[in-house]
Each structure stands twice: as structure tokens, then as C-alpha cells.
């Protein structure tokens, strides 16, 4: 079964930054595209960020457009969201996610993700 663990959340003040990785095992890494979600109590899980299988075919929601950045290493099977200029708005549980199919056209929901980390908080003070 693959496991993804996320790390790399805290507590940032309006306008900073962080780094957050996903460490993933289990499935061939390369053959799959990944994706990071945000989830705040109450609300339902908002897509963020997705990459190709390969590196390429990257998509980004349009509320984190040019603030995030997300990339991964096949080699080292890990993918990454850097979060710059953050907003309160932006406090949330961060979980990064595998598609369920290999290769293909990375995907925007939920459903079409089956392996899930457990998340990492970012908190964004004002």
C-alpha cells in the first residue's frame, strides 16, 4: 500500500513563506501524478496544486496561481509546494495525494486520488 507522509507545516505570519515536502512510498514514484490539497474544518478538501507523472503538466488552482510552487524528484520520490506571500486565508491542513491511475493527465478531485498523507498544519497569522 503506498504511504505518503507530509512535513514541513507551521506558523507564518502574513507575507512569509514555507516549504512543505511529501515523502512517498509504496507505488513506483515515476509513474504517477501527485497532487497537494487543503482542507479547513467544516469545508471540503480544495485542490491546490497537481504535476505530471513526468515533472510536466503542471495545473494550479487559480486562488494560489504565481504564491505557490509545487515540484517533485522521481529520484528521490518526493513532492513539494512551496507556499510564498501567504494570507490567514490560506491557514489550513495541507495533504498531498497520489492519482489512483499511473501516468495520464494529472486530475483536480478528490475522488480521482486514492493514497493520502495525513497532513500538515499551516497556520498564517495576521
Known amino acids: 500500500q503506498a504511504q505518503l507522509v507530509e512535513s514541513g507545516g507551521g506558523m507564518v505570519k502574513a507575507g512569509g513563506s514555507l516549504s512543505l515536502s511529501c515523502a512517498a512510498s509504496g507505488r513506483p514514484f515515476s509513474r504517477y501524478n501527485m497532487a497537494w490539497f487543503r482542507q479547513v474544518p467544516g469545508k471540503e478538501r480544495e485542490f491546490l496544486a497537481a504535476?505530471?507523472?513526468?515533472?510536466?503538466?503542471?495545473k494550479y488552482d487559480d486562488s494560489v496561481k504565481g504564491r505557490f510552487i509545487i515540484s517533485r524528484d522521481n529520484a528521490k520520490s518526493t513532492v513539494d509546494l512551496r507556499l510564498t506571500n501567504l494570507k490567514p486565508a490560506d491557514t489550513a491542513v495541507y495533504y498531498c495525494?497520489?492519482?489512483?491511475?499511473?501516468?495520464?493527465?494529472?486530475?483536480?478531485?478528490?475522488?480521482?486520488?486514492?493514497?493520502w498523507g495525513r497532513g500538515t498544519q499551516v497556520t498564517v497569522s495576521s
Open positions: 504535476v505530471g507523472w513526468s515533472g510536466e503538466r503542471i
Open positions: 495525494a497520489r492519482q489512483r491511475e499511473p501516468y495520464g493527465v494529472p486530475s483536480r478531485t478528490p475522488t480521482q486520488f486514492d493514497s
